[in-house]
């Protein structure tokens, strides 16, 4: 079984909508991640927690919000879906290593989302 | 502020030729650098990491990225190309404060027969 997955895996939905990227990770990790990429900008991050209490904005979080409902599970929402949230949306959960130093991170398969 | 660029948003190359993707960094501490691939539909999958010790860092899939820190790169590469070599590659570098990692905007690698 993988170690993150992520539901659903492509979603097509309308302005307007609301929609929920759910994300589960079996690595026992504190820390979990969502990222966002679009084509020849790399991975930008949007939120990220370091555990259920602990939830921290990324660097274009606007028009996101999370939920960390276990330690287990993370999931990303976007209350009023718009098209440029257009995008390949990633799930990851970091191994970290003495000294606090951010180091391998596990990634999910992906979610496609258009918003038409 | 920690930033990485990658030099070349696409790259091509003959099955059997070297592999050569270039990754500059910047950084006000030693850095925490990383490789990782991505291949079609799929996630990202770490090739390999520089975090201390020795300069040359071995990954998976036969390739290797080298520490420089007064060039301030970390160019990977490969000496002969395969097919299945063809994805998408990212560097990246530790936030220094542990808690994120900053990604370059990717390399396309081509592979020809």
């Known amino acids: 079984d993988a170690d993150v997955t992520q539901t659903p895996r492509n979603r097509i939905t309308k302005t307007g909508k609301r929609i929920m990227l759910e994300c589960s990770q079996t690595?026992?990790?504190?820390?979990m991640y969502w990222y966002r990429q679009d084509p020849g900008l790399g991975l930008q991050l949007i939120y990220y927690s370091f555990d259920v209490k602990d939830i921290n904005k990324g660097e274009i979080s606007d028009g996101y919000s999370v939920s960390r409902q276990a330690q287990a599970k993370f999931s990303l929402s976007l209350e009023s879906a718009i098209p440029n949230q257009t995008a390949l949306y990633f799930c990851?959960?970091?191994?970290?290593?003495?000294?606090?130093?951010?180091?391998?991170?596990?990634f999910g398969p992906g979610t496609r989302l258009t918003v038409l | 502020a920690q930033s990485v660029t990658q030099l070349g948003s696409h790259v091509s190359v003959s099955e059997g030729a070297l592999v050569l993707l270039r990754c500059n960094y910047s950084?006000?501490?030693?850095?925490?650098l990383f490789w990782y691939v991505q291949y079609p539909n799929q996630g990202l999958q770490l090739l390999l990491k520089?975090?201390?010790?020795?300069?040359l860092v071995k990954g998976i899939n036969g390739f290797e990225a080298e520490f420089k820190k007064s060039e301030t790169s970390f160019h990977l590469t490969k000496p002969s190309a395969h097919m299945s070599d063809a994805a998408e590659y990212f560097c990246?570098?530790?936030?220094?404060?542990?808690?994120?990692?900053?990604f370059g905007k990717g390399t396309t690698l081509s592979v020809s027969s």
């Open positions: 990246a570098v530790d936030n220094q404060a542990g808690t994120a990692l900053i």
């Open positions: 520089y975090t201390t010790g020795a300069t």
């Open positions: 990851a959960t970091p191994a970290r290593v003495a000294g606090g130093m951010a180091d391998t991170q596990y």
């Open positions: 950084s006000s501490v030693p850095p925490y």
């Open positions: 690595k026992g990790h504190d820390r």
